[in-house]
Nanobody, 124 residues
Framework: QVQLVESGGGLVQAGGSLRLSCAAS????????MAWFRQAPGKEREFVAA????????LYADSVKGRFTISRDNAKNTVYLQMGSLKPEDTAVYYC?????????????????WGQGTQVTVSS
């Protein structure tokens, strides 16, 4: 069982930055692909970014490429999402997700464990 706890959300003006953190329990964190998804009111949950468990490769949604950076610290069992040049359309609840022992994907159904989410609000 893996527990994920997100933090770092908040209110920021357009053009600003935030860094989200996701702390994971478990001793095999390094074997988990980690991802961030987001869900805005009235919309489906959408993929944001992911980090593979080996090799260090990453995936990004086109809408955030060049503005967001995902990273992980296996020693701290934590994955981060550095968000820059924020836009009002980035407003959503951001969720951390993980899947063991396989490559990261863009599909929410592929992930086994989910955090409770953290609200990000970008004002114009």
């Amino acid at each position: 069982q893996v527990q994920l706890v997100e933090s770092g959300g908040g209110l920021v003006q357009a053009g600003g930055s935030l860094r989200l953190s996701c702390a994971a329990s478990g001793r095999t964190f390094s074997r988990y692909a980690m991802a961030w998804f987001r869900q805005a009111p009235g919309k489906e949950r959408e993929f944001v970014a992911a980090f593979n468990w080996s090799g260090g490769s990453t995936l990004y949604a086109d809408s955030v490429k060049g503005r967001f950076t995902i990273s992980r610290d296996n020693a701290k069992n934590t994955v981060y999402l550095q968000m820059g040049s924020l836009k009002p359309e980035d407003t959503a609840v951001y969720y951390c997700a993980s899947r063991c022992c396989d490559y990261a994907t863009r599909y929410a159904t592929h992930y086994t464990y989910w955090g409770q989410g953290t609200q990000v609000t970008v004002s114009s």
